[in-house]
């Protein structure tokens, strides 16, 4: 029960993130948002490093390394494939496949969970691919290349997700380190091979510097769900964050809810009851 209340709070933070994130995006570009959020996170680090202690092993740093690196990826690709235009089909793939590919990994590495909670990790997939759907629009063609830079980007997070569950409860937050100084380093260098201006001002290094702090709180949650709940049930509630994006989107930004969307909104309240059942 536990776990499943970090992986909520997970999904309510992360989807503030994103929708910070978007704000930022809209001003600057994605490489020097992505480099100024990675350091708004580290007074969190720090913070979450002071109070969950944890031996760093080499192995679990090397978990680390490798979600930060999909985890970055992960980014630089969903921003590239919302470029072309088509985000209603880019947002869905891309949160789906994020909640998929750690679900599959999760029944295979640790086993299937129990019915109902089964049940509610397949309604929160199902769930994020409803509350994912933005306006339509039939002129944008959508090509194989576009999808597969959603596909490619979902596999991404959800990389990022397991490798963090396979660090270990014993390391603490230092996986968690790893993965933040990795993905900081790999944007710095992408932003200096691009010419891009790493660090923002104005309303952008504001919307950045909130972005950061929510993801890297995420990040922290979700580690703290992964600890003690099985993978297959702790990513797919986690990645429901669309839903959070979604309801800031209307309060702040005034748009209006789609009835597909309002039915993942269901879908996702139902997942949850089945998961902590």
């Known amino acids: ?103 599959l990994i999760g029944i295979v590495v640790d086993g299937a969970p129990a019915p109902a909670a089964m049940t509610g990790a397949a309604c929160a997939i199902g769930a994020i691919a409803l509350v994912s759907t933005g306006p339509g629009d039939g002129r944008k063609h959508v090509g194989p290349a576009i999808v597969g830079l959603a596909l490619a980007a979902g596999a991404g997070f959800g990389l990022f997700m397991t490798m963090l569950s396979r660090a270990g409860a014993g390391a603490g937050m230092w996986p968690l380190a790893a993965a933040q100084f990795t993905g900081l380093a790999m944007g710095w260098l992408l932003a200096r091979r691009a010419r891009t201006a790493p660090l923002l001002t104005g309303p952008a290094l504001r919307w950045a510097l909130a972005a950061g702090a929510l993801d890297f709180t995420a990040n922290l949650t979700y580690v703290l769900a992964a600890r003690d709940g099985a993978l297959s049930v702790v990513a797919p509630i986690s990645s429901l964050y669309p839903a959070t994006t979604v309801l800031l989107a209307l309060a702040v930004d005034r748009e209006r809810i789609r009835l597909l969307q309002l039915a993942g909104l269901g879908l996702a309240a139902a997942s949850l009851i089945l998961a902590a059942s």
């Open 1 to 103: 029960m536990v776990s499943l209340l970090f992986a909520v709070t997970t999904a309510l933070v992360w989807g503030a993130a994103d929708f910070s994130g978007g704000k930022a995006t809209q001003r600057a570009s994605t490489l020097a948002v992505s480099v100024t959020s990675k350091l708004a996170g580290l007074p969190v680090l720090a913070l979450g490093l002071a109070v969950t202690g944890g031996t760093p092993t080499r192995a679990a740093l090397g978990w680390g390394v490798l979600a930060g690196v999909f985890g970055l990826t992960g980014i630089i690709l969903l921003y590239r494939g919302l470029a072309t235009g088509a985000m209603t089909v880019v947002a869905p793939v891309t949160a789906v496949t994020s909640a998929l590919v750690p679900f």
